[in-house]
């Protein structure tokens, strides 16, 4: 089974342009989260959609958004860079299959954004 | 708001050495992941831990969950160099969905 992609692996954009990155789920998840990894903030949670969904947001400026596709596929969407957006970000995926429930995330290998 | 607190953030350790790595959350939360990461690389689950009590071993690291104290520890036995990673407890939040919310992780050297 093959697992959570990330396209692309690397990007280098200047400050006060915009990117989108995409995140393709394990096959049968419906569930995808965003998490942004910097040295200084550690690991941050971006938001998490199901079914087409936004259903949480973390504490991110408006600059960053999401969308979900029917096929589970999400993309993130980042506006006006800044030098602190540089950093990987981290997709990952669930099942999701009872609501309220444990289901086990699983990480693609991200995309190291750099801005300059 | 939850707060999840890993020490040590930085340890350097000789091969053949035990070790804990702790992990302390502010909130009430009864399930628990531990992760490696290697330089540059995504995150690879090492354990879930879902109840209190919980204790999963695998090779020289076990885990374990104590939700009363809301701790978990992740001791490292008779450390070997393919061990040396950065390693990551995260908590999990359902509010409507769940959510992970990730220590500052520790930063594990092993020298042989």
């Known amino acids: 089974k093959a697992g959570v992609t990330q396209t692309p692996r690397y990007l280098i954009k200047t400050r006060g342009q915009q990117v989108t990155l995409s995140c393709s789920p394990i096959s049968g998840h419906r569930s995808v989260s965003w998490y942004q990894q910097t040295p200084g903030q550690g690991l941050q949670f971006l938001f998490e959609y199901f079914s087409e969904t936004q259903r949480n947001k973390g504490n991110f400026p408006g600059r960053f958004s999401g969308r979900q596709f029917s096929n589970s596929r999400s993309e993130m969407n980042v506006s006006t860079l800044e030098l602190g957006d540089s950093a990987l970000y981290l997709c990952?995926?669930?099942?999701?299959?009872?609501?309220?429930?444990?289901?086990?995330?699983?990480f693609g290998p991200g995309t190291r954004l750099t801005v300059l | 708001e939850l707060k999840v607190e890993q020490n040590p953030l930085f340890l350097s350790m000789q091969e053949g050495k035990n070790y804990t790595i702790y992990c302390n959350y502010s909130?009430?939360?009864?399930?628990l992941y531990w992760y490696r990461q290697d330089p540059g690389k995504s995150l690879e689950s090492l354990f879930v831990?879902?109840?209190?009590?919980a204790v999963k071993q695998e090779g020289r690291l076990m885990a374990s969950l104590d939700t009363k104290a809301r701790l978990s520890t992740l001791h490292i036995t008779a450390a070997v160099h393919d061990l040396s990673a950065t390693y990551f407890c995260?908590?999990?939040?359902?509010?409507?969905?769940?959510?992970?919310?990730f220590g500052q992780g520790t930063r594990l050297t092993i020298n042989p």
């Open positions: 831990l879902l109840s209190n009590g």
């Open positions: 909130t009430t939360s009864d399930r």
């Open positions: 990952a995926s669930s099942l999701d299959i009872l609501a309220g429930g444990y289901n086990e995330q699983f």
């Open positions: 995260a908590v999990v939040i359902i509010q409507g969905a769940q959510k992970l919310v």
